[in-house]
């Protein structure tokens, strides 16, 4: 006798990939429609320019800054959020989360409001180093919401991690020191490495809180996804879909490397 | 033993105080700024001399710009409350589909799938906005626009709710996606064989075992709606300054006339050099999104954030 599995409810999967296969071909329209309008000798055209490439370069050596900062504080941070366990955890990581939750357009309000008052101002003051409306202001908004999203990305990176070879390294006699860096640092490589690439990406592509807090001149803190904004303001669409262009292929190549990698990047 | 005990202490406290850098730095972002609320001498004094604000130069003195009395405030907070819930609900809707698919179905070249939605996450919201605006304002779909006579863009219903609708769709799926996937499908193929139907087993199975983790990815798509700037920015821009004429009655009625999204109200405000307005508004996100993560924190959520 045959087992008779029911057919009622077949619309459900039906009805599932449906959804699935449409929305995806309106997210890939959404992405392509950049390359539809501007065709290909015009990409061309605009990626042969050398002031598309100064831009591209100043993307990627603040991003590369930017992200070297937040890894420094970010694997300790996110090593601490992962295995301490203290009163207000939640309230805590909260905090810790906010400049990544809220609008970074608010973000940037708030950068705005403080580089005026103790640590920056004593800064500009004795150092003559002023963090603004310069390449250091971009540095500053790319660390602020990079940091955060690094503290995030490292802590799921340490979770994956039993806590158990950590236990049984100490118990042979490492110091805490000597167990993180030769235990749980060679364990975590690759997440460390995946989250280290997505960090890079979204520090790429941080262009709200400048456009409250830094300002663009051209050259000098003109990023690529606020170069987008500046010559859509001035009705240059080559230039603007050009640009576009290059910054999906910086995200797709990302995420994919990231995936090669073998990277979860999961956050929560 | 004890000389054990002071070099956990140590490594304890090294590692406590780059979480704790982060924290206080953090805190000090959002606290300092209270003072910005506050109308300085020099914004009444310039008002006074540029006459700008006529009749509402009172208001515009008084703390932070006196917002609760501004009609703007609370018809900006009703528009984007109302739209980021519409855009939720549709996202909800086609997204817990979308990622039960995801979870469950073999899929050819899943892998690009997943990138493609990694990537939106890492994505400037610049070229997501410019993305929009070149799909609805050039080709077939321009045409289509004329043929029926109505805008996607600089349009508060369809519009707002599109550009809101693509990062927070995003966002959702992942979460959902990481929901289904943390329930086992063998509970599914039991029910299955005991035999009820696919969408039985996933009303009665898989749904309640996921349920907290699609919660937190409605929380997340809320949020992230919510967070949305540029995509808004360049797909829908500022309605603060057009004539009333331009509102139909049932706006005017549902009181989101000559209002902004939020977030685009408070770099609007601060360009006008209403800083202590601006920072109001800026408050108000910053409350909704720390409550919002807070709760997420509390439900342990599973998923991406942006």
């Known amino acids: 006798m ?225 170069a987008i904004y500046l010559d859509w303001n001035s009705g240059m669409m080559g230039w603007v879909t050009s640009m576009s262009i290059v910054c999906i292929l910086m995200a797709v190549s990302a995420i994919s490397a990231m995936r090669i990698i073998g990277g979860k990047s999961n956050v929560w | 033993m004890s000389g054990n005990k002071a070099n956990r202490k140590a490594f304890k406290a090294l590692f406590y105080s780059f979480a704790g850098f982060l924290f206080l730095y953090s805190l000090y972002l959002f606290l300092s700024n209270l003072d910005q609320l506050f109308v300085t001498e020099a914004a009444v004094k310039t008002r006074e001399i540029t006459d700008v604000w006529g009749d509402d130069r009172e208001i515009m003195n008084q703390f932070a710009g006196g917002f609760w009395k501004d009609p703007y405030f609370w018809k900006s907070l009703n528009l984007t409350v109302v739209t980021t819930l519409i855009t939720t609900l549709i996202a909800s809707i086609v997204g817990i589909p979308t990622a039960y698919a995801l979870s469950r179905f073999r899929i050819k070249a899943k892998s690009i799938v997943e990138i493609l939605f990694s990537s939106l996450i890492v994505m400037p919201g610049s070229v997501i906005g410019i993305c929009l605006i070149i799909m609805f304002n050039y080709g077939p779909l321009w045409d289509l626009q004329n043929a029926l006579g109505f805008r996607f863009a600089h349009s508060l219903f369809p519009g707002m709710v599109i550009a809101s609708l693509v990062l927070s769709f995003a966002l959702g799926l992942s979460a959902w996606k990481a929901a289904f996937d943390s329930v086992n499908p063998r509970f599914e193929q039991v029910a299955r064989s005991l035999g009820s139907s696919r969408w039985r087993a996933f009303r009665t199975v898989t749904f309640p075992l996921a349920k907290s983790g699609i919660i937190a990815g409605i929380i997340l798509a809320w949020t992230r709606a919510m967070a949305e700037f540029s995509a808004v920015l360049f797909f829908c821009g500022t309605f603060m300054e057009l004539p009333s004429s331009r509102f139909s009655e049932f706006t005017k009625f549902i009181q989101m006339d000559q209002a902004d999204w939020v977030s685009v109200a408070v770099w609007a405000q601060v360009e006008f050099g209403n800083i202590e307005y601006g920072f109001a508004l800026a408050f108000v996100l910053v409350l909704i999104g720390g409550i919002s993560v807070y709760i997420m924190h509390r439900i342990g959520a599973k998923g991406y954030i942006w």
């Open chain 1, 2 to 226: 045959k087992l008779a599995v029911t057919t009622r409810g077949r619309w459900w999967p039906a009805l599932c990939g449906t959804i699935t296969v449409s929305i995806l071909a309106s997210y890939l329209l959404l992405i392509a429609s950049n390359w539809i309008y501007l065709g290909w000798s015009d990409t061309v055209y605009f990626f042969s320019k050398t002031r598309m490439w100064e831009r591209f370069w100043l993307t990627v050596w603040t991003s590369t800054v930017s992200t070297f900062f937040s890894l420094l504080i970010g694997i300790p941070a996110g090593y601490a959020l992962s295995r301490f366990r203290f009163p207000l955890r939640h309230f805590v990581a909260s905090v810790i989360d906010l400049p990544i939750v809220v609008s970074p357009a608010v973000v940037g309000a708030f950068l705005f409001g403080i580089t005026t008052r103790f640590p920056f101002d004593w800064i500009s003051e004795h150092y003559g180093l002023y963090i603004g409306r310069n390449v250091y202001g971009v540095l500053l908004v790319q660390f602020t919401v990079t940091a955060a999203f690094c503290a995030r990305l490292m802590k799921a990176s340490f979770d994956m991690i039993p806590v158990r070879f950590e236990s049984v390294s100490r118990s042979l006699g490492a110091s805490p020191l000597r167990t993180f860096f030769k235990v749980v640092l060679p364990m975590a490589k690759n997440g460390i490495i995946a989250s280290m690439i997505v960090v890079w990406a979204r520090a790429a592509a941080e262009w709200e809180g400048l456009m409250l807090f830094v300002g663009a001149t051209e050259g000098k803190t003109d990023i690529m996804p606020f």
